[in-house]
């Protein structure tokens, strides 16, 4: 059955192969103790040899687009790199692990009762390179995702035994949620192409260990967040520490995985899904993001840091699974939306805020298809190394700028391409600070994205939600203030006289971040001014965010003062 291991419940059945017969062979001469007649058969043996191979269902997209997933069609695929075992009662005979087709062998006592388990697993410790995965189900107590064969004798000659892990699906819908053994082994083989592309720019990585989580009651939901419920919106990755508030605790680290079909949205067979946010995980455990995370769709014009991230996810995925053509499905199975890394985005307008835009432009340095406007090849190695580089020790925050410039020192012959890519989407600046960005997406004051602030200056911003609120372009506004020496330093951010939307009350709040890390903070409810008092700051180069967490539309107007010794 599909089931957490050492549950109480009964095995489902899966499809075996037939027993291959181990034939003897004998020879003239000897002892008969050493040749065996059919009056003397020989000593038993103390093994056997159990081997098979691993496989599950995937469902396939259907070739026309926008037509969703073809559940009618599923695609017997080798679960690859999966941990197996050999158990009998509750004992580990033997373990290992498939290879790149799915197949494995075990070594175990004859004559013993035992069954296989495949578990939605893949791990690797014992020398570099290193990883450890697992699919487990988060409205279960995080139950581990298996799957058992039928018990049987191992009697005293190899036996093969194969385990297929169906799709469960029926005529119009899944036969039942447990039927879905499928789901966790296609999670874990998209993990496992996005940990072959890793390997190919670092051979030796030391990937840290990832919970996905996934069950067929995760659902999408607006109003509350409850991983034990399964209520999780969307499917996504965290870094960890976030308050799981309806359900009073912490959100694991690891990636969540939306599985309700009820619900009309699954996302365990929508590959390129599940490899942006792997491309988060990486980003988290091996380079930066200062992403601020939230919604974002077609079309929306985002702040630096979250265009950056989602643009990467989406052009990670395309590189993972070679293909720009990222497919989402939805309404069960019967929709998906697309997008097409190869194409301009026609609806928000190119730039720096695009996501589109950076999709566009990092696909287009790896692929290997060069159209005009586009004369880079570059493969995953100096992309990986720009990301592991510059992009994870830049003062910046981190944006298609701070990207483009460490590919730029990645691969310094490839400036002209580079140059090349940067103008074709209308991203103009060309240093990690985006000086002189002539690109303002349609708000002059989006420009310039970061303003010089020092110590006894005093300047008015405005804040906008013409866009939208939160993580779009002009809702949050930056300083970048290089202090050459310790410095002991007060930020006070102000309403003014001149900021005509009052409605709600100003609430303004400031974030202090220095090389990714926010340093200090003023974040009080409701107060029409914000304070970070006296505050030692080490010499390096800081930005300073403000924003106004009460804005939900129109603009704001406030006054910041950094003063200090």
């Not at 396939?60 to 037509?67: D, G, I, N």
């Not at 051979?203 to 991983?227: G, V």
């Not at 680290?253 to 491309?279: N, P, R, S």
């Not at 409605?503 to 202090?512: C, E, M, N, R, T």
Request: with cysteine.
């Amino acid at each position: 059955m599909f089931s957490a291991p050492f549950a109480n419940v009964a095995r489902y059945c899966v499809v075996f192969a037939a027993c291959n017969l181990l034939v003897a062979c004998g020879g003239g001469g000897g002892s008969s103790n050493i040749n065996p007649t059919p009056n003397n058969p020989g000593p038993t043996p103390t093994t056997i040899t159990v081997s098979g191979k691993i496989t599950f269902d995937r469902i396939p997209f259907k070739a026309a687009p926008s037509r969703g997933l073809n559940p009618t069609a599923p695609i017997e695929s080798p679960a690859r790199g999966i941990v197996v075992e050999a158990i009998s009662g509750t004992t580990v005979l033997a373990s290992t692990t498939t290879t790149s087709t799915g197949d494995y062998s075990l070594n175990v006592p004859s004559n013993t009762q035992l069954f296989i388990r495949a578990k939605a697993q893949m791990t690797k410790s014992d020398a570099a390179p290193t990883w450890d995965f697992r699919v487990l189900n988060n409205t279960n107590s995080d139950a581990l995702y298996a799957l058992d064969g039928s018990p049987f004798g191992s009697g005293t000659a190899n036996i093969t035994r194969n385990l297929r892990a169906a799709s469960g699906w029926g005529t119009t819908s899944y036969t039942s949620d447990t039927a879905r053994a499928a789901a966790p082994f296609a999670i874990l083989d998209t993990v496992y192409r996005a940990k072959e592309l890793i390997l190919t720019a670092s051979a030796q990585a030391a990937l840290p260990a990832l919970n996905i989580y996934w069950s067929p009651t995760n659902k999408p939901t607006e109003d509350e967040f409850c991983l034990d419920a399964g209520d999780i919106g969307v499917t996504f990755y965290s870094s960890g520490g976030a308050d799981d508030s309806e359900c009073n605790g912490q959100v694991p680290a690891g990636m969540y995985v939306l599985g309700d079909f009820a619900q009309g949205d699954t996302d365990e067979f929508d590959q390129h899904v599940l490899a942006h946010e792997f491309g988060h995980y990486i980003e988290d455990k091996f380079s930066r993001s200062d992403s601020i995370g939230g919604q974002h769709g077609a079309g929306n014009k985002l702040d630096l840091r979250v265009a950056f991230g989602e643009g990467w996810g989406n052009a990670f995925s395309g590189m993972v699974l070679s293909d720009p053509i990222y497919r989402d499905s939805y309404s069960g199975v019967t929709n998906d939306f697309s997008i097409n890394l190869e194409a301009d985005d026609t609806v928000g307008g190119e730039g720096w805020y695009s996501e589109a835009s950076v999709g566009e432009v990092l696909w287009d340095a790896f692929d290997a298809t060069n159209e005009s406007g586009d004369s880079l090849s570059l493969g995953f190695a100096p992309i990986f190394a720009a990301m592991t580089g510059e992009q994870r020790t830049t003062p910046a925050l981190t944006s298609i700028f701070t990207f483009l410039e460490a590919l730029e020192s990645a691969v310094p012959s490839s400036a002209s391409g580079i140059a090349q890519l940067r103008s074709g989407e209308q991203i103009n600046a060309n240093d990690e600070f985006a000086t002189n960005e002539s690109n303002n997406g349609g708000d002059a004051s989006a420009l310039p994205i970061y303003r010089p602030i020092s110590l006894g200056s005093q300047q008015t911003v405005c804040v906008s939600a013409e866009f939208g609120a939160d993580n779009k372009l002009g809702f949050i506004k930056f300083f970048r203030w290089d202090v050459g020496q310790n410095t002991l330093a007060t930020i006070q951010v102000t309403g003014t006289a001149n900021g005509a939307n009052t409605s709600p009350a100003l609430d303004p709040d400031i974030y202090v971040h220095k090389q990714g890390q926010i340093v200090a903070a003023g974040v009080s409810d409701a107060q029409s001014s914000e304070t970070i008092a006296q505050t030692s700051f080490t010499a390096g180069t800081y930005v300073i965010e403000l924003l106004d967490f009460s804005l939900t539309s129109g603009r704001r107007c406030m006054t910041i003062n950094l003063s200090g010794t």
